[in-house]
């Protein structure tokens, strides 16, 4: 009987694989909630590594899985309905992982495939101080490769979901997916309240036998010794056993293994890939940073900070009555007091200062600002609403919130100065990136949020005593290597002390502090000021410029016979191609941030007004912008660092034209490239026949000479070759009068012709009569702009 028993999962998992390529996913969905229903736990055992592996994929991304985060409901909407519903936390998937858990399988994950630190600590045999790993290192036995961790089912299932976000490479994500809106993003969101609930208590996990409960984790006895941080050759098995949970423990207790191991599964695969020593390593320029984070991944960490927020807000008030007091706090209630502190606070806070650090100069940064605004506003996420008569007007921040920014102070100070080291660098005309200068000055602009991080740093500037190295481990974290159902010590009331330690702790004893509201940071908001400034002006000067050239349009535009076109200069810029609307907003987003950072730091209007008429000194008479700081050299002009800056950051620019002859500049995006090329040679054999009469004509005094001159000469041309022999390769043989076809090569030209000749036939005018008024027409202008042209500049000789 043993023999067929083994053979059993094995005939259902090759079934199972077989259906992935025969049947729907609909259809699949359905058979294996049927299979979880019928199958006892120990035929499902060997199909759950597969199962899991192909919902979410493989650990080395080869295998896509269910592609949760591409699958969208309005593309895919069955399908995104039956996965969501499949992989609930009441759904067929979660009702498997708690079958098996209630038999204490195990599943080996892959030591290699963990975040960098925690990989390197346990190879390295050092033991994590995340309680996670806490006696499930497993070494290979003999002629086996790699460490594995030995995770029990619900732990395996939520490695993988996960690190899913990380191991699956987002170049199969098109541009037009929201990550938002993927399952994947609901999914998390989805085991976010149901296991971390800002209302109720965690809902117990279904159990076969009535009136049992899943059992959480039992003991596991390690076979290596580890080294661990502050603790001298001691074993795992020894550390991890005094402070482990036993089965029989409280209900409550079981319901909290797994909104913690949930947690920290979540906080280690999203965010522990730099560590304390790596992340003062990352400082150096020089270091190659070994992960980067995608805007997908920062959207789901924000998730994240946003509902630890509420979570964590949601914990009851203290009872005011002494007799309540006694009444001791449920674990739920206890998890919800430290579960930022304790779990969040230092990885975020080193891979935002990555991020600040490392993240390219563009747009995308938006998500990582949005996520760092989201954790610095926790009231933001309080269950007390703002009275109705009072949302008009900025909320001030309570007093109740004091202890939060002091024990976070480097996440508003350090943090806001390393993005005004990134807004000093950015193009500020940009809307983009006007917005998130105003998003940011708009958070710190709150009603009494700058006096309580001032207050922080009076608290950090205190005199004291000096604080033992590592010694914020004692209040920051439980008894080493516990869970945190184990004993905390008490609670510290010193404010400076506890200011002091969360500083020390995530930069070291010799962290020389900059104070945001010190003179150097001063000097920082005041520059930005000024860029703030300057990019108002360029912003207008663009408007005007835009405006200036929309009026300029005239009806021979439409034939492409403006000068500028024909000589190829640009005097736009990106925001022509944005429009009015979007300038207008960049212009609001800076007035808006220049007022919010007045506000915040106290500025001089005096200040600001010198400022603003330097910026505008800074333009010339006709508003356009002046050229980029340079200096003379024997090559001719070559940028300083400031006006490569001035570049760069879109304050000034060079005026770009075409320097050589019109006829030989490069085919346009508006020309018929078969049409430039056969007229060109067109007007080059009749240039070559008639040059002696063209002569002839352009050298006459009267009316028809000034106009053969100014139609058939280029005297710009002939003066730029004087100075700049370099110009003459770029120039073809004759410099003399020259009859030039090549505008009839524009496709506005041939639609006008066709227009036309259209027209003439309509009213019977006939081919020869309409090429007679094209010709008409074409020499009245050619001689209104004649007479202009000799009235507005004399023809020089």
Same mark, same amino acid.
């Given at each position: 009987?043993?023999?067929?028993? %083994?053979?059993?999962?094995?005939?259902?998992?090759?079934?199972?694989?077989?259906?992935?390529?025969?049947?729907?996913?609909?259809?699949?969905?359905?058979?294996?909630?049927?299979?979880?229903?019928?199958?006892?736990?120990?035929?499902?055992?060997?199909?759950?590594? +597969?199962?899991?592996?192909?919902?979410?994929?493989?650990?080395?991304?080869?295998?896509?899985? +269910?592609?949760?985060?591409?699958?969208?409901?309005?593309?895919?909407?069955?399908?995104?309905?039956?996965?969501?519903?499949?992989?609930?936390?009441? &759904?067929?998937?979660?009702?498997?992982?708690?079958?098996?858990?209630?038999?204490?399988?195990?599943?080996?994950?892959?030591?290699?495939?963990?975040?960098?630190?925690?990989?390197?600590?346990?190879?390295?045999?050092?033991?994590?101080?995340?309680?996670?790993?806490?006696?499930?290192?497993?070494?290979?036995?003999?002629?086996?490769?790699?460490?594995?961790? =030995?995770?029990?089912?619900? *732990?395996?299932?939520?490695?993988?979901?996960?690190?899913?976000?990380?191991?699956?490479?987002?170049?199969?994500?098109?541009?037009?997916?929201?990550?938002?809106?993927?399952?994947?993003?609901?999914?998390?969101?989805?085991?976010?309240? #149901?296991?971390?609930?800002?209302?109720?208590?965690?809902?117990?996990?279904?159990?076969?036998?009535? &009136?049992? =409960?899943?059992?959480?984790?039992?003991?596991?006895?390690?076979?290596?010794?580890?080294?661990?941080?502050?603790?001298?050759?001691? @074993?795992?098995?020894?550390?991890?056993?005094?402070?482990?949970?036993?089965?029989?423990?409280?209900?409550?207790?079981?319901?909290?293994?797994?909104?913690?191991?949930?947690?920290?599964?979540?906080?280690?695969?999203?965010?522990?890939?730099?560590?304390?020593?790596?992340?003062?390593?990352?400082?150096?320029?020089?270091?190659?940073?070994?992960?980067?984070?995608?805007?997908?991944?920062?959207?789901?960490?924000?998730?994240?900070?946003?509902?630890?927020?509420?979570?964590?807000?949601?914990?009851?008030?203290?009872?005011?009555?002494?007799?309540?007091?006694?009444?001791?706090?449920?674990?739920?209630?206890?998890?919800?007091?430290?579960?930022?502190?304790?779990?969040?606070?230092?990885?975020?806070?080193?891979?935002?200062?990555?991020?600040?650090?490392? +993240?390219?100069?563009?747009?995308?940064?938006?998500?990582?600002?949005?996520?760092?605004?989201?954790?610095?506003?926790? +009231?933001?996420?309080?269950?007390?609403?703002?009275?109705?008569?009072?949302?008009?007007?900025?909320?001030?921040?309570?007093?109740?919130? =004091?202890? /939060?920014?002091?024990?976070?102070?480097?996440?508003?100070?350090?943090?806001?100065?390393?993005? %005004?080291?990134?807004?000093?660098?950015?193009?500020?005309?940009?809307?983009?990136?006007?917005?998130?200068?105003?998003?940011?000055?708009?958070?710190?602009?709150?009603?009494?949020?700058?006096?309580?991080?001032?207050?922080?740093?009076?608290?950090?500037?205190?005199?004291?005593?000096?604080?033992?190295?590592?010694?914020?481990?004692?209040?920051?974290?439980?008894?080493?290597?516990?869970?945190?159902?184990?004993?905390?010590?008490?609670?510290?009331?010193?404010?400076?002390?506890?200011?002091?330690?969360?500083?020390?702790?995530?930069?070291?004893?010799?962290?020389?502090?900059?104070?945001?509201?010190?003179?150097?940071?001063?000097?920082?908001?005041?520059?930005?000021?000024?860029?703030? #400034?300057?990019?108002?002006?360029?912003?207008?000067?663009?408007?005007?410029?835009?405006? *200036?050239?929309?009026?300029?349009?005239?009806?021979?535009?439409?034939?492409?016979?403006?000068?500028?076109?024909?000589? &190829?200069?640009?005097?736009?810029?990106?925001?022509?191609?944005?429009?009015?609307?979007?300038?207008?907003?960049?212009?609001?987003?800076?007035?808006?941030?220049?007022?919010?950072? #007045?506000?915040?730091?106290?500025?001089?209007?005096?200040?600001?007004?010198?400022?603003?008429?330097?910026?505008?000194?800074?333009?010339?008479?006709?508003?356009?912008?002046?050229?980029?700081?340079?200096?003379? @050299?024997?090559? &001719?002009?070559?940028?300083?660092?400031?006006?490569?800056?001035?570049?760069?950051?879109?304050?000034?620019?060079? *005026?770009?034209?075409?320097?050589?002859?019109?006829?030989?500049?490069?085919?346009?995006?508006? *020309?018929?490239?078969?049409?430039?090329?056969?007229?060109?040679?067109?007007?080059?054999?009749?240039?070559?026949? /008639? =040059?002696?009469?063209?002569?002839?004509?352009?050298?006459?005094?009267?009316?028809?000479?000034?106009?053969?001159?100014?139609? %058939?000469?280029?005297?710009?041309?002939?003066?730029?070759?004087?100075?700049?022999?370099?110009?003459?390769?770029?120039?073809?043989?004759?410099?003399?009068?020259?009859?030039?076809?090549?505008? %009839?090569?524009?496709?506005?030209?041939?639609?006008?012709?066709?227009?036309?000749?259209?027209?003439?036939?309509?009213?019977?005018?006939?081919?020869?009569?309409?090429?007679?008024?094209?010709?008409?027409?074409? /020499?009245?202008?050619?001689?209104?702009?004649?007479?202009?042209?000799?009235?507005?500049?004399?023809?020089?000789?």
């Amino acid at each position: 009987m043993a023999g067929p028993q %083994l053979q059993q999962p094995s005939f259902l998992l090759a079934t199972l694989k077989a259906d992935c390529v025969n049947k729907p996913f609909v259809q699949r969905c359905h058979d294996l909630e049927t299979v979880i229903e019928e199958f006892p736990a120990k035929e499902l055992h060997g199909i759950f590594p +597969w199962l899991v592996e192909s919902i979410f994929g493989s650990l080395d991304g080869i295998i896509v899985g +269910w592609n949760l985060r591409c699958l969208q409901g309005r593309t895919n909407p069955t399908e995104y309905s039956v996965a969501l519903d499949f992989l609930d936390p009441s &759904g067929p998937m979660m009702k498997l992982v708690y079958k098996l858990q209630a038999e204490e399988y195990r599943y080996d994950f892959p030591v290699s495939y963990l975040p960098g630190p925690v990989k390197a600590s346990i190879q390295e045999q050092v033991l994590p101080e995340c309680s996670l790993y806490h006696n499930k290192v497993q070494f290979p036995s003999s002629g086996g490769l790699g460490l594995n961790l =030995a995770l029990n089912p619900f *732990e395996y299932y939520m490695f993988y979901f996960a690190i899913s976000l990380i191991t699956q490479k987002s170049s199969a994500v098109t541009h037009h997916i929201s990550p938002s809106n993927s399952a994947y993003f609901i999914l998390v969101d989805t085991y976010l309240k #149901c296991f971390l609930p800002t209302e109720g208590s965690v809902l117990p996990p279904p159990s076969s036998n009535p &009136g049992g =409960a899943i059992p959480s984790p039992a003991p596991r006895s390690p076979a290596v010794p580890f080294t661990s941080y502050g603790m001298h050759h001691t @074993s795992l098995l020894k550390r991890h056993i005094a402070h482990q949970p036993s089965v029989n423990a409280d209900p409550a207790s079981q319901e909290i293994w797994r909104s913690e191991t949930l947690l920290q599964i979540f906080v280690e695969m999203w965010l522990h890939h730099y560590s304390l020593e790596m992340y003062q390593k990352m400082q150096s320029p020089h270091v190659k940073e070994s992960f980067k984070p995608t805007e997908e991944h920062v959207l789901v960490v924000r998730l994240l900070v946003k509902h630890l927020h509420a979570f964590s807000n949601s914990l009851k008030p203290e009872p005011l009555s002494p007799s309540a007091h006694s009444h001791t706090a449920s674990p739920l209630e206890e998890f919800k007091r430290v579960v930022i502190p304790r779990f969040v606070q230092e990885k975020l806070y080193i891979f935002l200062q990555h991020c600040f650090g490392h +993240w390219p100069l563009d747009a995308s940064f938006r998500a990582v600002l949005e996520m760092w605004l989201s954790y610095l506003q926790p +009231w933001r996420y309080a269950p007390e609403k703002p009275p109705q008569s009072a949302e008009s007007l900025p909320r001030s921040v309570s007093e109740k919130w =004091a202890a /939060f920014i002091q024990e976070n102070l480097l996440m508003y100070t350090k943090l806001f100065v390393g993005f %005004l080291n990134r807004a000093l660098r950015t193009d500020l005309v940009s809307p983009k990136n006007a917005l998130m200068v105003f998003r940011v000055a708009k958070v710190f602009a709150q009603p009494n949020l700058a006096e309580m991080i001032l207050k922080g740093e009076q608290l950090f500037l205190e005199p004291e005593l000096v604080i033992p190295h590592r010694q914020h481990r004692l209040f920051m974290t439980p008894s080493f290597g516990g869970r945190f159902l184990s004993s905390w010590p008490p609670t510290i009331t010193d404010a400076s002390f506890k200011v002091k330690s969360h500083v020390y702790s995530l930069e070291g004893q010799d962290f020389q502090y900059k104070q945001m509201f010190g003179t150097e940071v001063r000097n920082l908001v005041l520059k930005l000021a000024q860029l703030i #400034c300057q990019a108002q002006q360029t912003a207008k000067s663009i408007s005007d410029h835009s405006a *200036e050239t929309m009026g300029a349009h005239s009806f021979f535009s439409w034939f492409r016979l403006t000068p500028s076109e024909m000589n &190829g200069s640009y005097t736009g810029n990106d925001l022509d191609e944005i429009g009015q609307d979007s300038i207008k907003k960049t212009d609001e987003y800076l007035e808006k941030a220049l007022e919010y950072l #007045c506000h915040i730091f106290k500025l001089n209007e005096a200040q600001l007004t010198q400022m603003m008429l330097k910026c505008g000194a800074a333009q010339d008479e006709n508003g356009r912008k002046q050229l980029p700081d340079c200096i003379e @050299s024997e090559g &001719g002009l070559v940028l300083t660092p400031l006006g490569r800056y001035q570049i760069i950051n879109g304050l000034r620019r060079f *005026e770009v034209q075409y320097q050589g002859d019109t006829e030989l500049q490069p085919i346009r995006s508006y *020309e018929s490239a078969t049409l430039v090329r056969l007229l060109f040679r067109l007007s080059s054999l009749l240039n070559q026949r /008639f =040059a002696a009469q063209l002569e002839v004509l352009c050298s006459r005094e009267d009316f028809v000479g000034r106009l053969c001159r100014y139609h %058939l000469t280029n005297p710009q041309l002939t003066q730029r070759i004087r100075y700049s022999p370099a110009v003459k390769d770029r120039t073809s043989q004759s410099l003399g009068p020259r009859i030039s076809l090549r505008f %009839l090569a524009s496709y506005r030209t041939l639609i006008s012709l066709l227009l036309l000749y259209c027209f003439a036939s309509w009213f019977c005018i006939g081919p020869v009569g309409c090429t007679l008024m094209i010709l008409l027409s074409y /020499f009245l202008y050619a001689v209104i702009m004649t007479l202009f042209s000799d009235y507005c500049r004399p023809h020089e000789h």
